[in-house]
């Protein structure tokens, strides 16, 4: 027997013109979701009681296409979160929608320790929407009490100031840190070089 509060909330989508038979039935039936259907399933999230109900319809909204969401929504949603699945949830979805509006809390949402493992998603996040002279300074801040959450970003962005960073981490990190660190350095390394022969190549062309 489905829950009550789910019944009303697909009664709610039906009565939208989405009708769906469960909520995990809306990403087969709506893939990518409409607007109108991310609107009316993030209005319902903060009304659904159920904590696995509200962190299926949360993952449901995997399937707006990029750009779409409101990240003010998803922002406020998130601060109000008493648990961390639905952190982890919406976390989540903002690393993997990229939503509109979000910059400047997703830079503030990621140095509060109270994000837990959330920090993580909101970390790729940030190396995915945020420029990098915004959001390196941000991540070598979080780096210090949170390296996991930091590190690949870090990677994904950094410059030489932040290879020789992460270089100075490394003699004491131990485990999947170390490892991390390894890759992080790597990629740097790989993009500056790229950037470098970039350079030499427009040098020649214009001689």
């Known amino acids: 027997m489905s829950n009550p509060r789910e019944t009303q909330f697909l009664t709610a989508l039906a009565e939208a ?9 809306i990403r087969d039936q709506y893939d990518p979701l409409p607007s109108g259907l991310a609107v009316l399933m993030l209005e319902w999230i903060p009304r659904l009681e159920d904590r696995r109900l509200r962190e299926s319809v949360t993952w449901a909204l995997l399937g707006a296409p990029q750009g779409m969401l409101d990240g003010a929504v998803l922002g406020q949603l998130f601060d109000a979160a008493t648990d961390d ?4 949830a919406i976390a989540s979805v903002i ?4 939503p509109q509006n ?4 997703l830079l503030d949402a990621v140095r509060n320790r109270q994000a837990g493992a959330s920090r993580n998603p909101l970390a790729a996040a940030i190396a995915k929407m945020v420029t990098p002279e915004r ?5 070598m801040e979080v780096f210090h009490d949170a390296p996991l959450a930091a590190v690949h970003p870090l990677g994904k962005l950094g410059d030489g100031h932040v290879k020789e960073f992460l270089i100075a981490q490394h003699p004491n990190a131990t485990g999947p840190l170390r490892r991390e660190l390894r890759q992080a350095i790597a990629r740097i390394e ?5 950037a470098g022969r970039a350079g030499c190549d427009t040098a020649q062309g214009n001689h």
């Open 17 to 25: 013109g989405f009708s769906v038979s469960s909520v995990a039935a």
């Open 102 to 105: 979000i910059e400047s809390w």
């Open 135 to 139: 959001a390196v300074p941000v991540l």
């Open 190 to 194: 790989r993009r500056l070089e790229k």
């Open 85 to 88: 699945g639905l952190k982890w």
């Open 95 to 98: 690393n993997q929608t990229r």
